[in-house]
């Protein structure tokens, strides 16, 4: 798998190159039942469609054939990071990504809030898509949970979700999570490995315990259902790795966590697309690279909302307009990971990308930017993680390797 182990020792060409990185999340998708058609099939396009005629095109894995990836490791794979050695708990990222006071020795995790019967039973693993404002009352609520010899802080991150930061002596990451991630099951019993991980399990358990008190008779959030338990990351960072000053404009704190874990600065930026176009137009002297982060279609797909999706992609196709009026010398667009509206939830699917450079081969086949049209493309399919040596390359920032 090709990945910054392999590149960083090429990375010594000058090049004042910059690259701009568009990720709009959950992209791939699967045909609709009654079409034929993907999303991204059915979607009116004609920017990325140009981009796809005129570009390399091809297909990324973000893990490798059959695994469904996590938002975190299909990032870092994008990044150039192996995702199964370059490992980080996804509570990690949100508490990196929301600015929290974090840091080595301790431990967070990802919080849902969720909706359970009185059997115990999951009924809605997100509580109906509360509001971030809502989702900060019950923060406040859960504030004076108190854990002998540990102390916590949870912190809302967006819609139901927060971010739980454990602190303590001797705690470990490796607890497993309580997210049964499906409905009509109870919450999963938590799980450690090591003596270290132990002591953040009977943490985490007591602060689940004390959630569901201070949540009783709440609707419709009325307990906690915690994942991805991860301290505090120590990554290569992308300026030496790749001699990169890099940047990211993402409104949602894990993908800002992502991003800071491998050493981006983090541009403050709305939810809107135009805050994101004018946050990266501000910054554009400033930085070599840009990540720019999309995350809606992700929850349209997870929602099983297909026709949202697409309207989406439409939306974020004029967004690529003005993304190209910048000028960026690489533009790069696609995915993390495929979320299939059929499937409403986050697929094993290769993603549809395409690279637009001075350097770009273009096939004549792909003419459509789409699960299939990009499988016509001059790059076939790849693992995610070479993604940045073509980005680095196209920039013209690679030296030869050899004689």
Not at 54 to 75: E, F, K, Q, R, V
Not at 105 to 128: I, K, L, P, S, W
Request: aromatic residues 6%; charged residues 20%.
């Amino acid at each position: 798998m090709i990945s910054s182990d392999y590149t960083a020792a090429l990375c010594a060409r000058d090049s004042d190159a910059k690259i701009l990185l568009l990720i709009i999340d959950g992209l791939g998708g699967l045909p609709h039942p009654s079409t034929g058609k993907s999303e991204l099939e059915t979607a009116h396009l004609p920017n990325l469609d140009e981009l796809a005629a005129s570009g390399s095109c091809g297909l990324i894995s973000p893990l490798g054939p059959g695994h469904t990836p996590g938002s975190g490791p299909a990032h870092l794979a994008l990044f150039g990071y192996d995702p199964w050695r370059t490992v980080v708990g996804r509570g990690a990222l949100s508490a990196l990504g929301l600015g929290v006071d974090f840091a080595p020795g301790d431990v967070a995790a990802r919080v849902n809030f969720c909706t359970v019967d009185d059997g115990g039973r999951v009924t809605d693993r997100r509580a109906g898509r509360i509001s971030t404002e809502k989702c900060a009352e019950l923060c406040r609520r859960l504030e004076s949970i108190d854990i002998p010899h540990v102390s916590v802080s949870v912190v809302p991150e967006m819609d139901y979700r927060a971010a739980a930061v454990f602190r303590g002596s001797g705690l470990g990451d490796e607890v497993g999570d309580s997210d049964p991630q499906t409905t009509g099951l109870a919450p999963l019993a938590l799980q450690s490995r090591g003596a270290d991980s132990e002591r953040t399990k009977e943490a985490a358990e007591s602060f689940l315990r004390q959630a569901a008190e201070r949540l009783r008779g709440e609707s419709p959030a009325n307990m906690v259902i915690v994942r991805g338990f991860g301290s505090y990351p120590q990554i290569p960072q992308m300026e030496d790795v790749y001699g990169l000053k890099a940047a990211v404009v993402a409104d949602y704190p894990m993908y800002r966590g992502v991003a800071r874990a491998v050493g981006m600065e983090i541009v403050p930026t709305g939810s809107d697309l135009s805050s994101k176009l004018q946050a990266l137009t501000d910054r554009w002297p400033h930085y070599d690279f840009f990540y720019v982060h999309v995350k809606k279609t992700d929850s349209a797909g997870e929602d099983g909302d297909f026709n949202g999706k697409v309207r989406l992609l439409e939306e974020v196709d004029a967004f690529v307009a003005s993304l190209r009026d910048l000028g960026p010398d690489v533009l790069i667009v696609t995915g993390d990971h495929s979320t299939p509206s059929i499937m409403a939830s986050h697929s094993w699917h290769p993603v549809p990308m395409v690279i637009s450079s001075n350097w770009s081969l273009s096939t004549g086949v792909a003419t459509e930017f789409s699960e299939r049209g990009c499988l016509g493309g001059s790059i076939g399919q790849i693992p995610s993680s070479s993604l940045m040596a073509l980005a680095l390359a196209h920039a013209r920032r690679l030296s030869k390797f050899g004689a």
